[in-house]
């Protein structure tokens, strides 16, 4: 079981970014999405999530610039980042709690983060 993020990078301010993470496995179903992000010489914080039942929710400083999306058939979640500003350089990573099929038990999966880097 892992998950495998994609689509971080450099970009100038105002520029924009499409994050992706795919879990892979022995999985019954996704219970819950989300991202996270760890700026520099900061602890890691929320960015936005899907909780089990509830729609997406996002951390104050989103500010309408951040869209968070699912292909739950694919086990996919997305961010797209728009109108990003330097204070948005961080690690981001994304974060999955599964089903793990035909065990009757919840997992809690961890990417391993991708660098997003806003500087002009």
């Known amino acids: 079981l892992q998950l495998a993020e994609s689509g971080g990078g450099s970009v100038q301010p105002g520029g924009s970014l499409r994050l992706s993470c795919v879990a892979s496995g022995d999985i019954e179903s996704v219970l819950e999405m989300g991202w996270y992000r760890k700026p520099p010489g900061r602890l890691r914080e929320l960015v936005a999530e899907f909780r089990q039942g509830q729609s997406a929710n996002y951390a104050n400083f989103v500010e309408g610039r951040f869209t968070i999306s699912r292909d739950i058939e694919k086990n996919t979640v997305y961010l797209q980042l728009s109108n990003l500003k330097p204070e948005d350089t961080a690690v981001y990573y994304c974060?999955?709690?599964?089903?793990?099929?035909?065990?009757?038990?919840?997992?809690?999966?961890w990417g391993r983060g991708t660098q997003v880097t806003v500087s002009s």
């Open positions: 974060r999955q709690i599964v089903k793990i099929a035909n065990s009757g038990r919840n997992r809690d999966f």
